[in-house]
T-cell receptor, first 112, second 116 residues
Framework: DGGITQSPKYLFRKEGQNVTLSCEQN?????MYWYRQDPGQGLRLIYY???????QKGDIAEGYSVSREKKESFPLTVTSAQKNPTAFYLC???????????FGEGSRLTVL | AQTVTQSQPEMSVQEAETVTLSCTYD???????LFWYKQPPSRQMILVIR??????QNATENRFSVNFQKAAKSFSLKISDSQLGDAAMYFC?????????????FGKGTKLTVNP
C-alpha cells in the first residue's frame, strides 16, 4: 500500500544527544515536510523539501537539520542545540500542485 | 505571511446533532487551497475536506460540508448527524498556489467532543 512511514513511533533521548527520525514515502511525491506538534500550538513547520537535494527552513528550524538525498526519504535530525525537543513530530508529503498533504503516523520524542 | 485562526479551542455536540467549527484566515492572494484535517486520538492526520478558492461552490463530503466565504476570509466546517467517531482535533489549513510557497499553514485546532 502507498503511504508514509515514520520510525520510530516512540523515542527517548538523553539531554545532549542527537537523534534522527526517519520518514519514507512511496507515493512518488515531490515535496516532503516536517511538522512539530505541541499541545495548544497546532502544527508548526520545521523544514520542507520540494525536490531532491534541496530543502528550506520552516518557521522553527533552529536546532534541527534535514537531508533529501532520495525522493523517497526525508530524515529529520534533532540536535542537542534544540532547547525543548520533547514533542510529537509529523512527516508529510504532497504533489507540488495537488494541494493536500498526506501524513505519517508521527513520532513522539521524549527527552529525559 | 498567511495566518489561520480557529477561535474555538473546544466544542461539544450531542450524537446525531449538527456542529459548526469556525476558521478564518488572512491572505492577500486570490488563489489558494483550504483544508480541514481531523486528528483522532491515534494522532494520524486525516484529510476531511478541501476547497479551491476559485470555486464558488462549497465542498461537501458525505456528512461534512464547508461554508466558504471568500470575501470574509471565512471557512467553517459543518458536521451533520455527528457520530462518536467524529470526536477528534480538527485543524483548518491554508495553502498558497504560488510557486515557492507550497507549505501548509495550520490553525491551532478545535477539540470536538461528541456526547452520546
Amino acid at each position: 500500500d502507498g503511504g508514509i512511514t515514520q520510525s520510530p513511533k516512540y523515542l527517548f533521548r538523553k539531554e545532549g544527544q542527537n537523534v534522527t527520525l526517519s520518514c519514507e514515502q512511496n507515493l512518488n511525491h515531490d515535496a516532503m515536510y516536517w511538522y512539530r506538534q505541541d499541545p495548544g500550538q497546532g502544527l508548526r513547520l520545521i523544514y520542507y523539501s520540494q525536490i531532491v537535494n534541496d530543502f528550506q527552513k520552516g518557521d522553527i528550524a533552529e536546532g534541527y537539520s534535514v537531508s533529501r538525498e532520495k525522493k523517497e526519504s526525508f530524515p529529520l535530525t534533532v540536535t542537542s542545540a534544540q532547547k525543548n525537543p520533547t514533542a510529537f513530530y509529523l512527516c508529510a508529503s504532497s504533489q507540488q500542485v495537488a494541494g493536500e498533504l498526506f501524513f505519517g503516523e508521527g513520532s513522539r520524542l521524549t527527552v529525559l | 505571511a498567511q495566518t489561520v485562526t480557529q477561535s474555538q479551542p473546544e466544542m461539544s455536540v450531542q450524537e446525531a446533532e449538527t456542529v459548526t467549527l469556525s476558521c478564518t484566515y488572512d491572505t492577500s492572494e486570490s488563489d489558494y487551497y483550504l483544508f480541514w484535517y481531523k486528528q483522532p486520538p491515534s494522532r494520524q492526520m486525516i484529510l476531511v475536506i478541501r476547497q479551491e478558492a476559485y470555486k464558488q461552490q462549497n465542498a461537501t463530503e458525505n456528512r461534512f460540508s464547508v461554508n466558504f466565504q471568500k470575501a470574509a476570509k471565512s471557512f467553517s466546517l459543518k458536521i451533520s448527524d455527528s457520530q462518536l467517531g467524529d470526536a477528534a482535533m480538527y485543524f483548518c489549513a491554508y495553502r498558497s498556489t504560488q510557486g515557492g510557497s507550497e507549505k501548509l499553514v495550520f490553525g491551532k485546532g478545535t477539540k470536538l467532543t461528541v456526547n452520546p
